[in-house]
C-alpha cells in the first residue's frame, strides 16, 4: 500500500513538473510602423520574455528598429564615435536591419523586464527624432 501510494505521488509530481514546464513564457508581439522620422508602436510595454517585434517601413526611406537596453532617456543615448550621424548601439538586443519602403520584417528577442530604447539608427533618423521609450515589465 505504501509503495502504491509513493508511486501515485510521483506520478503526480511528473504531472505538475511537466504542467510548469509546458506553461507559455509571457512577452509577447509588438507592432511597429516606420514613417519619415517617427515609429509607432501599438503597445508600449510587454511583459519580460520572447518579444516578436513585427516592422512595417510605410515611409519613403529606408528605416531600421533597433531595440537598445539603457537606463537613458530615449533622446539621451550617445553619438557613435565611429559613425557620423548614427548613435552607439550599447545595449543593442536586436534589430531589423535596413527595412525598405513598403517592406516588413519580423525578429524575436528573448528579453529580461527593464528600459529599452527603440530607434531607427539611419543617419540624421534618430537626431531627427526617430526614437521612443519602451519598457519590458
Do not use: W
Not at 520572447?50 to 530615449?74: C, M, R, W, Y
Not at 545595449?91 to 530604447?117: C, D, Q, R
Amino acid at each position: 500500500m505504501r509503495r502504491l501510494k509513493l508511486v501515485a505521488m510521483l506520478a503526480v509530481a511528473a504531472l505538475v513538473t511537466g504542467c510548469a514546464a509546458a506553461t507559455p513564457a509571457k512577452g509577447g508581439t509588438v507592432h511597429a510602423t516606420l514613417t519619415e522620422m517617427k515609429i509607432v508602436l501599438d503597445r508600449s510595454s510587454v511583459p519580460a520574455g520572447p518579444i516578436t517585434f513585427v516592422v512595417k517601413n510605410n515611409g519613403t526611406l529606408e528605416h531600421e528598429l533597433v531595440v537598445i537596453q539603457t537606463e537613458a532617456a530615449d533622446d539621451k543615448l550617445a553619438p557613435d564615435v565611429e559613425a557620423a550621424g548614427k548613435m552607439d548601439e550599447t545595449g543593442n538586443v536586436g534589430e531589423t536591419g535596413e527595412v525598405k519602403p513598403g517592406e516588413s520584417k519580423t525578429f524575436t528577442v528573448t528579453i529580461p523586464a527593464g528600459h529599452y530604447v527603440l530607434m531607427c539608427n539611419e543617419v540624421g533618423h534618430y537626431a531627427a527624432g526617430m526614437h521612443l521609450s519602451f519598457t519590458v515589465n
